[in-house]
């Protein structure tokens, strides 16, 4: 396991200090953290390595995950889809199915999480737990990954009540804060510059997996790493491609896995293979949820990292593909607006054609390719690196600690 005093190098030793000392006023701190998924998708990346971290620190951190069956996940996916916009109803039969696996649930976790001094609830899947735990005696925080912003009136009506029983509410971007009666926090997600995922590789390693996945040095490469799931448009993405064929030869990547917690993955992946039809440029990575070293050398070895998502609560692959020095083609919305900067990190666009313009604006311009990512490295080293979300979520703990939860909201 890594210490935080590797993370000196990058990030300097100033903003480990300040970490340090802001803990100290943490020491022995029960924190549960509760969502859905131990592996797939951005929540279950950022836990795997904010537990430790926190253990380092002096807490006693831990992390559990909420099990459930197909109905259960069916209707957390209609939570998603509706808190993200789509118009879904949500029928009484699937409150009873969400209710009921967080009720089973609440029997094997209501010790630890009555006993705790801070409990952050990810996303909606285990936020009905609260109510499940009347003798709790700490503070529960609801952390929003997602893009709330717009949510469907059905969901919204049954959520919200749910959700008003907390203390705290943290979103990643101010746009998507709700009309809560507590205090809401604004923290924007982050990666773990020397995870398996993220840290420097070798470039044998990273020609390895190029070559195992048959792609071509010689041509342009454009990636896109993803859950195959709606938002996150692969079938715009295979439209922008079919584009730039028409004066790139460029080859694409769609690299995704499942979650556990999605049941939708299925149906996107058989409608990306059919749109995808026989193009033997179209790569499409099935890889399994710890395929980490390989998506971080796919990644590298791109020209250009896609994320065209329709809606994004952040978008960890943006930062990844920052991260390793690659401009950034991503979809205008949420999240990953306060990552790619017009003419400095990437671009945003709001169709294929968009897409298509930019990297052909792009490809024209290798310079810029190479200026890009410098900035956009630099960008995530300042903004989007595990010490600065750490920083902010002990400082959110000393402060609740201190109660300055209840004086704001006796202030307002
Ligand atoms: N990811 C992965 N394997 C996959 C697809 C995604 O490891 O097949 C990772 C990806 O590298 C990123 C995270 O899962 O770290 C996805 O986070 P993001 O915020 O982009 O999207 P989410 O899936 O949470 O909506």
Redesign the pocket.
């Known amino acids: 396991m890594r210490s935080l005093r590797e993370y000196e190098k990058i990030v300097g030793s100033a903003v480990l200090n300040q970490l340090e000392q802001l803990a100290e006023n943490l020491t022995g701190l029960k924190v549960v953290h509760v969502n859905s998924t131990k592996?797939?998708?951005?929540?279950?990346?950022i836990l795997s390595w904010m537990i430790p971290f926190m253990t380092e620190l002096g807490i006693t951190a831990s992390w559990e995950v909420i099990q459930g069956d197909e109905p259960f996940f069916n209707v957390t996916k209609t939570f998603h889809n509706g808190l993200q916009g789509h118009q879904v109803n949500l029928l009484p039969s699937q409150i009873a199915a969400y209710e009921e696996t967080n009720r089973s649930n609440a029997e094997r976790l209501r010790p630890i999480l009555e006993d705790a001094d801070i409990v952050f609830i990810h996303d909606p899947q285990p936020a009905y737990l609260l109510h499940l735990c009347p003798n709790r005696k700490g503070k529960w925080i609801w952390r929003c990954?997602?893009d709330a912003s717009h949510p469907a009136r059905s969901v919204w009506k049954y959520l919200r009540p749910l959700l008003e029983g907390f203390d705290a509410s943290i979103f990643s971007m101010a746009e998507f804060s709700k009309s809560l009666p507590h205090p809401q926090f604004l923290i924007a997600?982050s990666?773990d510059p020397l995870s398996e995922?993220n840290r420097k590789l070798r470039a044998d390693e990273i020609a390895r997996v190029r070559t195992k996945y048959n792609l071509d040095p010689g041509r342009p490469i454009l990636t896109q790493?993803?859950?195959f799931?709606w938002?996150?448009d692969p079938i715009g993405v295979i439209e922008g491609y079919h584009l730039i064929r028409k004066f790139a030869p460029v080859q694409l990547v769609l690299?995704?896995?499942?979650?556990d917690d999605?049941p939708e993955g299925a149906e996107v992946l058989r409608l990306v293979k059919e749109a995808a039809a026989d193009d033997p440029d179209i790569n499409i990575?099935?890889?399994?949820?710890?395929?980490?070293r390989t998506?971080n050398a796919l990644?590298r070895c791109s020209t250009v990292i896609i994320?065209k998502?329709t809606r994004?609560?952040?978008?960890?692959?943006?930062?990844?593909g920052l991260w390793k020095g690659k401009p950034v083609i991503g979809g205008d919305v949420g999240?990953i607006r306060l990552q790619v900067i017009n003419y400095h990190t990437g671009f945003l666009v709001n169709s294929p054609e968009g897409m298509t313009q930019k990297i052909r604006y792009l490809l024209n311009h290798e310079n810029m390719i190479e200026i890009m990512g410098i900035k956009g490295r630099e960008f995530v080293r300042e903004n989007f690196l595990l010490t600065r979300h750490l920083r902010e979520y002990l400082t959110l703990m000393v402060g609740l600690r201190r109660g300055f939860a209840s004086r704001l909201i006796a202030a307002a």
């Open positions: 592996a797939g998708g951005g929540v279950a990346e990954h997602i997600p990666i995922k790493v993803s859950r799931d938002f996150k690299a995704g896995g499942g979650a999605d990575l099935l890889l399994p949820p710890d395929a980490h998506i990644q994320q998502s994004e609560g952040f978008g960890l692959t943006v930062t990844e999240g």
